[in-house]
């Protein structure tokens, strides 16, 4: 009889005839296996917890949760295997077998199906002729079977010790599943698929698994000439600070590193300070510079508009929006709360550029977002350039380049380097003062909430600011968002992402304090980056520019990558996770 | 200073080289010290991987300067540190230089120097140190010279991690024998180095664990201390269990299974122990696979040898680990045939260490085979086991020839293998040749192993005798080492085992009545015994017992006498009972005894001995000399009656003892009937 569906390996061992309490423990079994698996997608590939109480023959009994198997023949069954049925072996064997082979026999015996038996030690390979593999085992005796996706092999434990691989059984594993097999009347096997410890020691091998992949990742050959590496890496990283408008810094960047940068530098600094109006919450003085420096974009995209045009709504409930600001509200100080452009990957340090090692002509103070200041000694060879996630939403994260890696809390000493980059000789041609480098994530303690806090100490955050003009024109402007709304489902047709949006943004005023209500959510500055990247990318394909930036694409690909080779069965991606190497 | 340089041939082509190295050398001596100081500086710049400089420099003469300098109080501290540095550079190139810088007293001038304050000084000192400690060309025993070196050694380990580094790898270094081991545990070592398993720094941990392996090996006062040290709050033993994880670099794991293992062979834990079952055991196991470097795979191999050696439970559950036994054939396919051709410099590292991968394979199969017979019949099994261990007996490495012959005499404990594998793969031949000239060590194995093929049922014991062994085991019992003489008396025993006359005669004269006496007489109980049970086994079958003691009578009865009359044990009073039983049972070496008023007065009174063992001998010997069938039965009978042994036997009919009972039963019989 065979376990449930198997999706990446299994492991799972047997106690003849233990008499162990099964009681459940879900929480432990559920734990253990995300840990052994943690490539498996079970809503893909359910692991098996349990013996199939339909894959089994009518001699096989099932009980304690199917975990307990028991043989009801009251005599042996084959002719031909009874003779060798000692009193001291019990014939028994266990193994993995593909789903629909004959159940009637002991796994090993018939195709797509693999065993180790008992009575002999044998190991049988779809055959009813086994090979010597290890001792044999009887009551009492703990059997484990474990199959390796990383180099396809098996290899079978007693009691906790290792009997080695199965060499005979090394091939591809598809779709096998744990199976036992019995004929001696009486006969108890329990199983164990992660209810309990494991008596071999399986977490342990599979560290030195871990520390494998990880060993081959570090030392993977990148090309035969070094160049041509460290130029590809210089420019991705040089696109992904253009992508971002980190102006200055990709200037320096291509500066040092020798390289054109692919837009024009007016280019850059528009979007630059599209975004960071979008990212201050000053929606309406993005919209006007968007259609003033990109006249018919949102013309074309009347949907891009909408959303804009709520989260300008959004903006103005907050007290941000510059429509409502100049009516009298508070002055903002999102401008400097939240500084720069879309979240970068770490935050500058300028301290570390005398100590760090770095590549010939690349010079790291110049590097923003990409410095750092704690330096592995690894090789140049052995970086990842492995940004963040794809599109909009930039896991928070730093990228490696040279080898070194760094990840540091945000300090507030920003303004200090900012200044430090100024001085390093970064030409800044723009007054607006590029806030270059230095970022913030919503869910690292900085100046942003720190200032919040502050405010709604002082004087309790109100609806546009506190003043009656301010929110007379934000419900006007409400209306407007609904009949454009409206026309936009009378243009195109429905469009219920577009209806949600305003949906929620609508519900803000159910409130009488948004900031703490159910959709509050929405006023948080760091709703201002999905928006600020989706414009940034619709102002790039109108240049024929890629949506999003190759570093970003290739830390997407990597990821999608691995998923694919979880669904394939390739061991290997159970410890490469791209996580791993963003930090 | 410069004296070797006068020799004209070296001018020629040393001149140019030796001009730039003797201006360093000169600088030393400049009267400005801000000069000597930039002097050392340029020195150390420029012997830095450069060992022909460094051989010019003390041909020159700068150690014995830089000595100078390094111990002047008046050298500022900067000065003093980069002499150090440039010591320890120098140490840092050929043995030649690690001698001539031991001759210079480098190391009392360096140890004196741990005793100023500074230390980034004494850092420098310990760095040379510890470069001169680890050559193998400097005799450890410097480090042990001054007694108050070691407790100043512990005292810097709280310093810096850089001290903690030197120290430990010092100490590791230099603890060869078990005073050295008694040295650093009196001096605190455990619990100074004990707290370094943690550090931070993976070379403290390295070295602090390396110590504690040297510490412990063989070492029962130290392993039972260390199991009971707490590691920041965590028992040693599990501390070593984690540097085995899977993730640890190589080097850490096959440490720390080392010091468990020395732990478990000292009896600090028990072999049953989980740390040494689930995570030695396979830790070493793991070593031995082909994925891991030559060196690794021997020092594994024979930690595991050494583990499992006195464990029967260890090397079944070893032998079924990992398929061990097959791998280790492995060890047997260097250098490897593929390398020869491809590769030069692999082919010299194979062939290096191609000896040791043999000796560690053999050891590890004698450790394997030593009590179980299914193992024995696996290994005999492995692919060319027999005929590897044969050619492994005539290999010119004495340690492999060593290795060989411990794991033929572990095979040879199995009465099966004895009768197959032994016999057709002709063992004997290269044993024996082996035998002629071998050390000491080598014999002892090796004559261990020629007593089980000579067994009684071994088809080898027939060729061998041919092949003139009695002769060689008969000097064999003259040797000094008592395991010598024991395994040549031993061997003749198991030959005069039911063996024709011509044979046993063989024995009798080519060991002489006087060695054969001298023997008996022997300090060594086991050499004793033996001898008893040779005397035995040739005083068996009549015609055999009579012919021998008609020419040997008279000094075989004083011994037996010499024997029973002497302090031994019940064991070795019983076998020369029995040996008197033998004489009982001859034709004409009956009346020996029964001349011998005295003699039977001894059986009498082992007759009435509390051990059964004894009485049962002792009966035993008067019911030959009873027995009926036999000329002069009658007048044996009325004799011993007469002595009263009637009424014993009649005694011992009722013995509690079964066997003895019926023994004396028997013995009435012949007077009824």
């Known amino acids: 009889m065979s376990g449930q569906s198997s999706g990446c390996g299994f492991l799972m061992s047997v106690v003849v005839h233990g008499d162990s309490v099964l009681n459940e423990q879900e929480k432990e079994l559920n734990q253990r296996l995300r840990r052994l698996y943690p490539a498996v997608n079970e809503n893909e590939t359910p692991l098996p917890r349990s013996w199939s109480p339909k894959d089994k023959f009518s001699y096989i009994g099932l009980s304690q949760n199917n975990l307990r198997v028991h043989y009801k023949g009251m005599t042996p069954r084959h002719t031909q295997a009874a003779s060798r049925v000692l009193l001291l072996h019990r014939y028994m064997g266990i193994g993995l077998s593909a789903q629909g082979v004959n159940m009637n026999r002991l796994p090993g015996w018939d195709k797509h199906s693999y065993g180790y038996h008992g009575d002999d030690g044998h190991s049988f390979c779809s055959s009813g002729t086994g090979q010597p593999y290890g001792p044999t085992f009887t009551t009492g005796d703990v059997i484990g079977c474990c199959v390796n996706l990383i180099n396809n092999t098996c290899f079978y434990t007693k009691n906790g010790h290792s009997l080695g691989n199965d060499l005979r059984q090394q091939s591809q594993y598809p779709n096998l599943y744990p199976t036992v097999g019995l004929q001696t009347p009486g006969e108890v096997v329990d199983a164990n698929f992660g209810q309990h410890p494991f008596v071999f020691d399986i977490e342990d091998y599979m560290r030195e698994w871990r520390t494998k992949i990880q060993a081959q990742i570090d030392r993977f050959p990148i090309g035969e000439r070094e160049g041509e590496w460290q130029s590809m890496i210089q420019k991705m990283v040089a696109s992904y600070l253009v992508h971002h408008s980190y102006c200055a810094t990709a200037e320096a960047f291509a500066k040092s590193t020798d390289q054109a940068v692919h837009e024009e530098l007016a280019s850059i600094k528009n979007r630059q300070k599209i975004q960071k109006l979008v990212l201050s919450g000053r929606m309406g003085e993005a919209i006007e510079t968007t259609q003033q420096l990109y006249p018919n974009l949102l013309e074309r995209n009347p949907d891009l508009l909408f959303m804009l045009k709520v989260r300008q709504f959004i903006e103005m409930v907050n007290g941000t929006d510059s429509e409502v600001r100049c009516l009298g509200g508070r002055s903002p100080k999102s401008q400097d709360s939240y500084p720069g452009s879309p979240r970068p990957f770490s935050s500058p340090s300028h301290k570390a550029s005398s100590s760090q090692p770095y590549l010939p002509g690349f010079d790291s103070n110049c590097c923003n977002g990409v410095t750092s200041n704690k330096s592995h000694s690894s090789s140049p060879h052995s970086h990842k350039p492995c940004p963040p996630g794809s599109g909009s939403t930039l896991p928070a994260s730093d990228i490696s380049l040279n080898g070194s890696r760094s990840q540091q809390p945000i300090s507030s000493s920003d303004v200090d380097m900012e200044v430090d980059h100024f001085t390093n000789g970064v030409t800044e041609s723009s007054s607006n003062g590029f806030l270059n480098g230095s970022s913030k994530h919503a869910t690292e303690p900085d100046d942003c909430d720190a200032d919040m806090e502050v405010e709604s100490a002082q004087s309790k955050r109100q609806l546009c600011g506190g003043s009656q003009a301010a929110i007379e024109r934000m419900i006007h402007f409400g209306r407007e968002l609904q009949s454009m709304s409206e026309h936009l489902r009378r243009e195109c047709g429905k469009n219920s992402a577009n209806k949600k949006m305003l949906k929620d943004a609508f519900s803000l005023l159910a409130y009488s304090d948004p900031w703490n209500s159910p959709v509050g959510y929405q006023l948080d500055a760091i709703q201002r980056e999905p928006v600020c990247s989706t414009l940034n990318s619709a102002i790039l394909e109108t240049h024929n520019l890629p949506k999003q930036p190759p570093l970003a694409q290739a830390v997407g690909q990597a990821a999608q990558c691995l998923a694919i080779m979880a669904r394939t069965g390739s061991g290997s991606c159970a410890f490469a996770s791209v996580d791993d190497y963003l930090h | ?673």
């Open chain 2, 1 to 673: 200073m410069a004296c070797l340089l006068e020799a004209p041939l070296r001018i020629s082509v040393l001149s140019e080289v030796t001009a730039t190295s003797r201006h360093y050398v000169d600088r030393l001596f400049d009267p400005d010290p801000q000069k000597v100081l930039q002097g050392v500086i340029d020195m150390k710049n420029a012997v830095i991987g450069n060992n022909k400089q460094k051989a010019n420099l003390i041909v020159l003469g700068a150690v014995p300067r830089l000595l100078y300098l390094l111990q002047q109080s008046s050298s500022s501290l900067e000065l003093r540190t980069e002499c150090s540095v440039v010591l320890g550079s120098l140490a840092m190139g050929t043995e030649n230089n690690i001698k001539s810088l031991v001759d210079c007293h480098i190391i009392p001038a360096l140890l004196q120097g741990l005793l100023c304050p500074d230390l980034i000084f004494i850092e420098a000192c310990l760095r040379c140190l510890r470069t001169v400690f680890i050559s193998p060309v400097t005799p450890v025993q410097l480090l042990y010279t001054d007694s108050t070196v070691i407790p100043h050694l512990m005292s810097l380990l709280s310093r810096s991690q850089r001290t903690q580094e030197y120290i430990t790898q010092i100490f590791s270094h230099c603890c060869k024998t078990p005073e050295h081991q008694t040295v650093l545990f009196n001096h605190g070592a455990i619990q100074n180095i004990a707290p370094l398993l943690i550090s931070p720094s993976y070379k403290v941990r390295m070295q602090a664990l390396k110590c504690f392996s040297v510490l412990a090996y063989e070492n029962t006062q130290v392993s039972m201390t260390l199991v009971n040290v707490l590691v920041d709050g965590e028992l040693l033993s599990q501390v070593f269990v984690r540097m085995m994880q899977r993730d640890q670099p190589i080097e850490m794991q096959l440490t720390a299974a080392k010091c468990l293992t020395y732990m478990c062979r000292a009896g600090a834990i028990r072999t049953d122990d989980s740390c040494v079952v689930l995570k030695t055991l396979p830790c070493l196991v793991r070593m031995c696979s082909k994925e891991h470097l030559l060196e690794e795979r021997v020092e594994g191999a024979e930690t595991l040898a050494y583990l499992m050696e006195p464990d029967v439970e260890l090397q079944r559950i070893a032998s079924t680990t990992d398929h061990l036994v097959a791998m280790l054939a492995d060890y047997f396919k260097y250098p490897s045939s593929v390398s020869a051709i491809t590769d030069i410099k692999r082919l010299d590292h194979d062939l290096k260490h191609a000896h040791e991968l043999r000796q560690a394979a053999f050891k590890l199969y004698a450790s394997l085979g030593s009590n179980d017979e299914d193992i024995r019949k696996k290994i005999t099994e492995t692919e060319n086991m027999m005929d590897r261990i044969v050619s492994g007996l005539s290999e010119s490495s004495i340690k492999v020839r060593l290795a060989a012959v411990r794991c033929l005499h572990s095979l040879s404990r199995s009465v099966q293998q004895l009768r197959t594998s032994f016999h057709d793969h002709a063992v004997w031949k290269p044993l024996m040749k082996l035998l002629q000239n071998a050390p000491d060590e080598v014999l002892v194995m090796a004559s261990s192993t020629l007593c089980n093929l000579l067994l009684e049922f071994s088809p080898s014991k027939e060729p061998i005798l041919e092949s003139g062994v009695i002769e060689l085991l008969c000097s064999l019992t003259q040797s000094d080492s008592p395991a010598l003489r024991v395994n040549g008396i031993w061997a003749l025993m198991n030959m005069a085992f039911q063996a024709d006359q011509k044979v046993k005669g063989e024995i009798v004269r080519c060991l002489g009545t006087e060695q054969l006496f001298r023997l008996l007489s022997d300090p060594d109980t086991n050499v004793l015994m033996k001898t008893l049970g040779l005397l035995r086994n040739l005083l068996s079958t009549r015609p055999h017992i009579d012919q021998i003691m008609s020419s040997h009578g008279k000094q075989i009865m004083q011994a037996v006498t010499l024997i029973l009359e002497a302090e031994h044990s019940i064991e070795v009073k019983e076998q020369t009972l029995c040996i008197l039983a033998n004489i009982a049972d001859g034709n004409t070496a009956k009346e020996l005894i029964m001349t011998n008023d005295d003699m039977l007065q001894k059986i009498k009174y082992y007759m009435g001995h509390s051990n059964v063992k004894l009485q049962l001998a002792a009966t035993f010997c008067i019911s030959n000399l009873i027995w009926n069938e036999e000329d002069g039965s009658q007048e044996r009978q009325d004799k011993l009656r007469e002595m009263g042994f009637v009424d014993i036997l009649h005694k011992l009919t009722q013995a509690s003892d079964p066997n003895l009972s019926d023994r004396a039963k028997t013995a009435m019989q012949q007077y009824l009937a």
